[in-house]
Structures are given as C-alpha cells and as structure tokens.
C-alpha cells in the first residue's frame, strides 16, 4: 500500500543563549531559549536516509550563537526574524522556518527604596535578579509554650555579569576546569532563616516588613561582593542578614552554581570577548552553608526541601 509523508519539521530546541552588553560599567542582558524547526524538501532523508538537503540540527544551533554575536539581540521578535529569513533564504531545500523563543526577563538589583547604608550599592550596573520573583516560604512550630517560626524563600534567581572569579584551586589528573578571572556568577537562591522570638511574652517580629528586608540584604550582598567563590558570596550574604535583621538568628543558604559557559565561536572567524554565553542547567554545583548568630544553636533543617 502506497504512503505519502505528511507534516514533518526538524530543528534544534531550547538552544539557551545569554547575550551581555557591556556599556562602561553598565550592563545590559539578554536570555533566550531558542527553538527552530525546519520543513521543505525531506521526502529523501525519511524514504531511503539520504541527508543530502538536511542542514545539521548542530549548525543551526551554532548559528543561534554566532548571530547573537554578529547581530545582537535588540528584541527576541527581531532575532527571531533573522534566524528565520537567514534559513529560508540560504538553504534551498528549506522552505519554511519556525522559530520559537522564550525570553527570561531580568531587572537590576538595586538599593532597597530606603536607601541602602553600604558604599557603592549605588554604583552597582552589572547585577540582575529575574523577574517573576521568588516563592515565600515559612514554617511555625507551636508546642502550647514555645513558637519557633522559619521563614524563607525559594527560586529567586539572580546573576552578576563580572566581579566574580574562580582560580587557584586544587588540581588533580582528572581537573579539565580553566581558571576564570572574570565569569558570570548565577544562581537560584534557596534560603531558611529563623526568627529569635519564641514566645509571647515577648513582641513578634513585623513579619511582612522584616520579608522585605531580609531578602533586600541578601540581593544588596550577592550585588556587592567581589566573589572568588560561590561559598564566599554565601556567607556575605547571610552574614548581612545577621548584621542588620536583629530579630533573625539564623539563615541557611543553597545556592545551586548555575554555570554559563562562554561559546567557542572561532569556528566562525568571530571573536567573543565575554559577550556570548550557554546557560547550562545541569549537572551544577550546588553550595550550600548555615551562618549563625554568635551563640545561637543550629535548628534549620539541613534539606531545606523539607520545608
């Protein structure tokens, strides 16, 4: 019985691309997820395997990069639209392009509307926390005597497009990592901080307003450290939280490394000079930490999934 091949496309999917201008001091960003599919003359590669009109699904991967780079990103429509036409118009047997983009908006992380008492907050330009914002998580435990509340947040995303580094760590036979003296610093911050008050004899903490601030000092410290490791910005963050919220004695972080690796594009005669990034998703490091007022007793959960 005879058969006619119907509908059929093939691409590349969630190709993740971040693209970073850098203006002086002042950075701007772009984060996509890029998928293509491509249709037209394919009855050959599905009825006997030639590949002889199918562009490699790793070439239109490369040319999300490359692209990124030549052309910039000014709008993910605009983008779009190049990858598109540069599809159809250069290759034949293509017919039709699809392109289909997800974009991850960012916003800069900056002095809380009080205004921030650390020098240089206001001179930050290169630090981001994602929009759509954080989970808010609390747990109160109550034994008919004794409260014990634990706050905290999950998914609150942020990244610094330099001012961080990572050298002079241990090397063994199996080390393939390259130092890096400029790299950009991300991650999901996971974070578990518990109230000093645990009774009602004594004023409750103003839990909305006491929020707000303890993760305005936790965005305020990720933005201002110089970081040499994920573990260093850590515990400046928690420490900031300790030094300004009185009523919290102890903060435990997990801050998975959300790696962006620079894109080799010499392939294509074009240079990249810290502008054009893969954001992997995993495997990822995943640093993790309790910071303690002096002479408070550890009482978070080590699995902060817990609660």
Known sequence: MPTIL????????????VRIVR???THHIKDLNVSIALSGDMDEVHRSGSNATVLPTDTTKNTVYAFAREHGIDSAEQFGIHLARH?????EPIHRARVRIEEYAWERI????????????EDVQHSFVRKGQETRTTQIT???ARWEVISGLSDLTVLNTTNSEFRGYVKDRYTTLKEASDRILATDVHARWRYGWSDDERPTPHWERSYAQTRARLLEAFAETYSRSLQQTLFQMASRVLDTRVEIDEVRLSLPNKHHFLVDLEPFGLENDNEVYFAADRPYGLIEATVLR????????VDLTNL
């Open 294 to 301: 002096e002479g408070a007793d550890a009482r978070i959960p």
């Open 87 to 91: 599809f159809v118009s250069s290759q």
């Open 23 to 25: 203006n002086g001091a």
């Open 6 to 17: 119907g509908q059929n496309q093939y691409g590349k999917s969630e190709n993740r691309v």
């Open 142 to 144: 109550y034994d008919g």
């Open 110 to 121: 900056a002095p809380s509307a009080a205004g921030s008492r650390f020098i240089g907050a």
